[in-house]
Structure formats: structure tokens, C-alpha cells
């Protein structure tokens, strides 16, 4: 398998993860807005899993960022 094949399935499988995480980053998100406009405190496995799965989305943002530029770079040669 050539290294852009390579990148390029890197790049597939990296945006299917960042679908995943942001499905449930979404989950939690909700609870918490929807706490916020009850006027309560929402619960802190909510919060929890809000900030763990917005930093495994930017993690892997940067990541994807970083495959695009690599594959962009033997595009170049």
C-alpha cells in the first residue's frame, strides 16, 4: 500500500472518530444545557464527559490537521 493510500485511509478512519466523539460529546452537552435552562447544576459525570470527549475531539482534530498537511506535502512532490 503506497504511503498516500496510507494517509488517505488514516484520514477516513480519523473523521469516522471524530463522528463518533462528537455524537457523544452531544449527549452530554445536551444534559448540561438542559440543566442550565431548569436553573439547576448539572451532573458532574455530565460535565465529566463533556470536557474528556471535547479533548479527544481536538486531539484528534490536531491529528487530522497534521494528516491533511503530510498527504499535502507528497501531493507537492
Known sequence: ????????????????????????CERSQKAIMRAML??????????QYFTTFSSLIDQARDRLRGLYAELEGLNKK
Open 1 to 24: 500500500m503506497s504511503k498516500k493510500s496510507q494517509i488517505k485511509k488514516a484520514i477516513e478512519d480519523c473523521e469516522l472518530e471524530i463522528q463518533a466523539y462528537e455524537k457523544k
Open 38 to 47: 431548569a436553573g439547576t447544576k448539572p451532573l458532574p459525570e455530565d460535565e
